[in-house]
């Protein structure tokens, strides 16, 4: 079996969390020995594409009608793009066409949890949807003393300060705004978001609200790699009141970093986390009030190392063999169909 790795629109995709999955695809596919091209003249057997842009439905159109079957990334749906930038809502319908037309190309789709392909059956669509998580890499996020140093030199934290963060784009659906109002009622408390606040991106009341941020709160930007995973050591809680969401990714860093995860009670996180077990979960500003406060007393038991234990199970050998699994069920498939 050889697939085709669809990548041929990459310098299209704006989104750094698209060509995040592409490397991780990548590893994935060089740790489990899978035979792979990106080469459209190679000869292949099946296409893998996590592109949703129109030169990649356009060319997988055309390897559709040549025979070839298709397999398709779904991380992506309507109720994600709704409050996100700006005119986001009025254009959420068309979006949701525009994923159908590509989805619908695909003789089974991977998705990285169980909601995101509820959300995706609610659509009609009815091949096979297989619920692969992300894959992360443990070690990366292990505690290290020198990140941690790093990353409080980095903003110049005294040792000892309370500390809270957050992470992913400056979106009201991923909970930015209330992130910055509970911030508002904890002064005692640093707050740093990462994750990209592009003022002519963003609705003009998410960057007011940037824009008149307590003096508590740090909006970091986009920032990854040593100083990120030092803050995720170094942080007592991370807080994430997102309100909808088909990937858990920045989660999953978050528990296997072994930090304290506070989250809005959604459906993404149903029954995989489970409030008081693996995290703590909130409905309102004043829920997150009293965890994080709590918590960062020790006023309610750690849920760290149940959270750490569900993390460690989702390595790249795993994802690996399941991906491999659909692989084949779409060939198998394909050819009891010839």
């Excluded at 559709?64 to 779904?74: A, E, L, R």
């Excluded at 996180?269 to 004043?286: A, F, I, Q, V």
Aim: proline share 3%; hydrophobic share 40%; charged share 25%.
């Amino acid at each position: 079996m050889k697939i085709l790795h669809y990548k041929e629109s990459n310098n299209f995709l704006p989104s750094k969390r698209i060509l995040k999955a592409i490397i991780d695809q990548e590893r994935i596919f060089l740790e489990c020995d899978f035979n792979t091209t990106s080469d459209l003249k190679d000869d292949f057997d099946v296409v893998y594409v996590n592109n949703l842009s129109i030169q990649a439905r356009r060319a997988i159109r055309k390897l559709k009608s040549q025979g070839y079957p298709i397999v398709y990334q779904g991380n992506s749906n309507s109720e994600n793009f709704r409050n996100t930038v700006r005119f986001s809502n009025l254009f959420s319908g068309l979006y949701r066409r525009f994923i159908m037309s590509s989805y619908s190309l695909a003789d089974a789709i991977i998705v990285p949890t169980q909601h995101n392909k509820n959300m995706l059956r609610s659509y009609g669509l009815t091949q096979i949807i297989d619920v692969i998580p992300s894959p992360i890499d443990m070690k990366r996020f292990a505690y290290d003393a020198t990140k941690v140093e790093e990353f409080r030199e980095y903003f110049q934290l005294p040792v000892g300060q309370s500390l809270v963060i957050g992470s992913g784009h400056a979106f009201e659906r991923k909970g930015i705004l209330d992130f910055l109002s509970v911030a508002r009622a904890m002064p005692d408390i640093t707050f740093i978001w990462f994750g990209e606040a592009d003022s002519k991106a963003l609705p003009g009341k998410v960057t007011k609200a940037i824009s008149q941020a307590s003096a508590n709160v740090i909006i970091a930007g986009h920032i990854e790699g040593r100083i990120y995973e030092g803050a995720l050591s170094a942080a007592d809680v991370y807080f994430y009141p997102t309100y909808e969401d088909a990937e858990v990714d920045n989660v999953i860093e978050a528990m296997a970093s072994t930090t304290q995860v506070i989250l809005r009670d959604i459906e993404v996180y149903r029954p995989w986390l489970s409030d008081s077990e693996s995290c703590y979960k909130g409905d309102t500003n004043e829920d997150f009030v009293t965890l994080i406060r709590d918590s960062i007393l020790g006023k309610i038991t750690g849920t760290q190392q149940a959270a750490y234990k569900i993390a460690s199970g989702y390595t790249y050998e795993m994802c690996g063999k399941l991906m491999k699994r659909t692989f084949e069920k779409v060939l198998e498939e394909d050819s009891n169909e010839h």
